[in-house]
């Protein structure tokens, strides 16, 4: 019998990207079910009751919340395909960790440049930057964050290769160049050409769109 799969996904969300990448690279076909969070159906609210919100995946009727323990639970399943995780403990708890960073902090910051001020966008790019030379660090002379091939941490912080760009063009703050960031610059286009993340970037336009509303409206104190 076939496994049934199924994500719960936006169109612009970058953490339901993940999902999308490590499914395609391991080969597991899959459903898309794309939502509305403003309107949000009643098999996500069922599906994630806790915090009702994408991602989530459904396995055989099963489902999984959370897009980090949604790729552990994607490498662990599907063993055969593409590894998402390195097998030493140590570089595999390293990954966790920058992750989270990622999340935690990178992001927070880079959100700070959207929807600052003139000076908070000022304290926030400090921050980002101090942020990205972590990052930078962790790349060493690789490809990718996971060695020559895309694994876990690639997946984690690959919203980079795409929105960094977008909110540099609403904002007029550049972040990552090839100057200042060489091997993080040199990653991004890496990571972006790659045909699985390729395919599967959403429209450019309409997430410029999506970033410059959500500032407008952040600014007027609306949202």
């Known amino acids: 019998m076939a496994d049934e799969v199924k994500l719960f996904r936006t169109w612009s969300s970058p953490f339901a990207l993940r999902i999308v990448w490590a499914l395609k690279l391991k080969g597991v076909e899959f459903e898309t079910i794309l939502e509305d969070l403003a309107n949000k159906s009643s098999l996500l609210l069922e599906n994630n009751p806790v915090h009702k919100k994408v991602p989530v995946l459904v396995h055989n009727g099963r489902s999984v919340c959370e897009s980090f323990v949604i790729l552990e639970y994607i490498d662990e399943t599907w063993t055969n395909g593409h590894p998402l995780f390195s097998k030493d403990p140590y570089e595999k708890a390293e990954a966790r960790f920058w992750a989270k960073f990622g999340d935690e902090m990178l992001w927070l910051s880079v959100r700070g440049i959207l929807l ?108």
């Open 116 to 223: 600052g001020n003139e000076a908070e966008q000022e304290e926030a790019k400090v921050q980002a930057s101090e942020h990205l030379k972590y990052l930078e660090e962790q790349l060493g002379g690789n490809k990718y964050f996971g060695g020559e091939a895309i694994g876990f941490l690639d997946l984690a912080v690959g919203w980079m290769a795409n929105l960094v760009s977008v909110l540099e063009e609403i904002t007029g703050h550049g972040l990552i160049e090839e100057l200042n960031f060489p091997l993080l610059w040199k990653w991004m286009q890496d990571f972006s050409d790659a045909p699985v993340i390729k395919e599967s970037w959403p429209p450019r336009d309409k997430l410029v769109v999506k970033f410059r509303t959500m500032r407008d409206l952040y600014l007027a104190g609306k949202i």
